[in-house]
């Protein structure tokens, strides 16, 4: 059988076989290419290491180190300029970019061009699925909600579309809550979704941060990325998952037994639905100017905790003090602005942009 790879004989003796473009065969079976998933080949890789080691070496004395041509030299090179490894200087002389500079920009840009063409693939996946499901749903209406009950079922159910989420994450938050707990844990599992460019829009009722020291993690969350609101009630605990499955609990009071919406126009509705508290809710974090005077990190938490509803003996569950010393706080704050009502505290405390 015909074969147009030629035998080669390598600097230390040892005969290799290469293709027609100074390639590595199939048959070679020498230490695979280290810079093969930048799309620098074996062989390429060794031009450019021999140009590493002595760059004013010419094409004919690059191949003669190597036991090649001159041809398989230039066509290496081009490649490597190309990739940008090499740069030009002077008719038939090359100089090596540094590995750093040249070797960096080629992973990023590798990667990058993975991630997009991942990216593409779940697309397809989830257009696929969509078609999938809708065809099912013709045949079968049933298809369009699961009805999950029981604890277990339920948190598996939630971690398995969790960990599947990609873009969006919208919750309307309230108590009870299912397992386990934590400010830590939900710190660490806000940040990790803002960490891979969600867009996390969360609705709480103050029920919901009453949690010793959850309010203050919802702002800090909401200065890192998250776009926190609240609103005195909601109707229901619910979350939105890249706006392609809702989560809803059945039963007010009980999380044990939800429903799973997938796409169709009753999710639309849920989405509307969404929507309709987002714009209504308040912004824990304000968007308004600040001013120089600004009070410490605890007064302005006490300030917004005073600005949604919370008494005093709540906000003092969330700084982990007294009532009478949260109400000495606050007529401190009203003296020195020179106010004397809460309400008057609360307007000034927004116009200010404190909260």
Excluded: C
């Amino acid at each position: 059988m015909y074969r147009s790879d030629s035998w080669l004989i390598s600097p230390a003796g040892e005969s290799r076989q290469y293709r027609s473009d100074g390639s590595p065969s199939r048959d070679d079976h020498g230490g695979g290419p280290v810079l093969d998933a930048l799309g620098i080949s074996e062989f390429d890789e060794r031009v450019y290491r021999a140009y590493l080691t002595k760059p004013d070496r010419t094409a004919l004395e690059i191949a003669e180190h190597l036991g090649t041509t001159p041809s398989q030299i230039r066509h290496a090179v081009a490649r490597l300029v190309e990739l940008g490894v090499l740069r030009r200087e002077t008719h038939g002389q090359y100089r090596p970019v540094s590995p750093r500079t040249a070797l960096s920009a080629l992973l990023a840009k590798r990667r990058a061009d993975s991630e997009a063409a991942f990216a593409a693939v779940l697309d397809a996946v989830d257009d696929l699925a969509s078609e999938y499901r809708a065809s099912r749903l013709q045949r079968d209406p049933t298809e369009l909600v699961e009805v999950i009950t029981g604890e277990a079922a339920v948190t598996l159910r939630v971690a398995e579309l969790t960990q599947s989420m990609r873009s969006h994450f919208w919750v309307l938050d309230m108590p009870p809550y299912i397992g386990p707990y934590s400010n830590e844990l939900e710190e660490t599992f806000t940040k990790e979704l803002l960490g891979r460019g969600l867009d996390i829009r969360s609705v709480y009722t103050p029920e919901a941060l009453e949690q010793p020291g959850r309010f203050e993690l919802i702002t800090r969350l909401a200065q890192l990325g998250e776009q926190a609101r609240i609103l005195p009630t909601l109707p229901f605990r619910l979350r939105i998952m890249d706006r392609r499955v809702a989560l809803v609990a059945l039963i007010g009071g009980q999380y044990d037994k939800i429903i799973v919406v997938h796409q169709s126009g009753l999710l639309d509705a849920i989405l509307e639905l969404f929507d309709t508290y987002w714009q209504r809710a308040q912004p824990i974090v304000s968007t308004a100017p600040e001013t120089p005077d600004k009070p410490s990190t605890d007064d302005l938490l006490l300030l917004k905790m005073l600005q949604t509803g919370y008494k005093d003996q709540a906000i003092a569950r969330q700084l982990g003090t007294s009532a009478r010393t949260v109400t000495r706080r606050i007529a401190a704050m009203a003296s020195r602005l020179g106010l004397e009502t809460r309400f008057q505290l609360g307007t000034e405390a927004a116009k200010r942009g404190w909260i």
